[in-house]
């Protein structure tokens, strides 16, 4: 029994991670690289090949860098099942026809088409938190992984060893979802991600409550509340912390891909921590959909929820095109800002910079971290948790740092490389 690791090692990115057991073989995640640590890259870095004879397909969450380039195993002529929670199939949905058209207008190679995706759609497998199912001679527990919506941790029994696939996770409550669930099986191997390896995150409270009191002050000095987020589960996020603060009795808008997304997930409340209050918000909130609303709904003090999370495009665009030198507004970035990206530009430059733009932002910028990523120490107390034999560390900048701490905490563990099989 080996694992070979063909992306999301010593990266973030690209993840994917075949496991063969000499009988079956089956693919955790397949994801495509559009950004890396030095920042936006020209076209997405892919995956290594994998052959097509595969059991299942078994994909941890939604983001492109895990999902992104399964419909492509799809368009090579695989037709076996993809296993994922329902959330995650409809969330990929969009954000892959989304990548299908940034594909078009960039001019970059176009690795599947929205008929693949239909073939994809035919082999789904929809399971949910506290499931097991059979691949092949195979058992597959499926956990709650907290870090968004519908995202999954497997628990792989192969019978005489036991592993567990993290993908990305996030132990700790967030106002949109409960932590993830502790693993309570044996575990031999667990493959970890590391993307805070390096950091903890500031506590969430404090964050929250630096989000409501800046939105208050500009909304008291008749300013725009801009609120940039990720489509998918940060923006769920910041509409459920404007409520528990009391700022829903002022004119929320809600923007971009963020209003397909939060509908999608109110499909599934069973996963979410709220979902009565979200779909109250939801229902309270105004949608805009194009330039002309957007134009008005800027006359007036107001909170804007909006995409994309990181300034490179999206509705989030016209608004500082329109509301950049008006000192009392306020543009918020809720998420990591990847070096390059024109979210990280303007924090460090004061700069609005793209292929079509460059101006000043003279309206107040606020970084608030609501990472949906574990930082360093819910790592440590997840792997403490798992108590596993061997532990593989994955999906980080720095993963051979982070393993090497283990490493000095006791732990058997090493950061493979792409391409390298690690025999079981």
Do not use: W
């Not at 409960?178 to 191997?189: K, S, V, W, Y």
């Not at 929250?208 to 009191?213: F, G």
């Not at 929320?252 to 979200?278: F, S, V």
């Amino acid at each position: 029994m080996y694992l070979k690791f063909l992306g999301g090692a010593r990266e973030v990115g690209r993840s994917g991670v075949l496991f063969d057991t000499g009988k079956e073989r089956i693919l955790f995640d397949y994801g495509i690289k559009i950004v890396n640590s030095e920042g936006p890259i020209k076209e997405p870095q892919l995956p290594m090949k994998v052959n097509l004879n595969l059991d299942a397909i078994l994909l941890s969450h939604a983001h492109l860098d895990h999902s992104g380039f399964v419909p492509n195993l799809y368009h090579r002529g695989y037709r076996g099942p993809l296993y994922t929670t329902a959330t995650t199939l409809d969330l990929s949905r969009i954000l892959l026809k989304d990548s299908i058209k940034i594909a078009r207008i960039k001019n970059y190679p176009e690795h599947f088409n929205t008929k693949d995706m239909k073939e994809m759609e035919k082999n789904e497998f929809r399971i949910t938190y506290g499931q097991y199912f059979h691949v092949g001679r195979l058992g597959v527990g499926v956990y709650d992984a907290g870090h968004i919506p519908g995202s999954v941790m497997f628990h792989v029994d192969a019978g005489d060893k036991k592993l567990v696939y993290s993908g990305d996770i996030k132990v700790n409550d967030t106002e949109l979802l409960r932590g993830l669930e502790p693993i309570r099986e044996n575990t031999d191997i667990l493959m970890v991600e590391s993307t805070y390896g390096e950091r903890d995150h500031p506590p969430r409270e404090d964050q929250e409550k630096k989000l409501a009191e800046v939105v208050k002050e500009t909304l008291e000095n008749e300013g725009i509340a801009l609120l940039a987020c990720f489509a998918v589960g940060r923006a769920q996020e910041v509409l459920l912390i404007l409520k528990k603060f009391g700022l829903d009795k002022y004119p929320i808008y809600l923007d971009g891909m963020a209003i397909d997304a939060t509908k999608i997930i109110l499909k599934y409340p069973e996963l979410i921590k709220h979902p009565k209050q979200l779909k109250k918000m939801y229902h309270k909130v105004t949608k805009i959909h194009k330039n002309k609303e957007r134009d008005k709904i800027i006359k007036e003090p107001g909170i804007i929820v909006t995409t994309s999370g990181m300034l490179n495009g999206g509705p989030v665009v016209h608004y500082l095109e329109k509301l950049h030198d008006n000192e009392n507004c306020s543009l918020v970035l809720t998420g990591f800002q990847v070096p390059g990206s024109a979210g990280r530009i303007l924090l460090d430059t004061g700069k609005f910079v793209t292929e079509e733009n460059e101006f000043k932002v003279n309206c107040k910028t606020h970084f608030i971290d609501l990472s949906a990523h574990a930082g360093r120490e819910e790592l440590l107390k997840y792997i403490k948790s798992v108590d596993p034999k061997k532990v593989l560390v994955m999906h980080g900048d720095q993963c051979e740092k982070f393993s090497q701490e283990l490493k000095d905490m006791g732990y058997d563990s090493y950061a493979p490389k792409r391409g390298e099989k690690v025999e079981i």
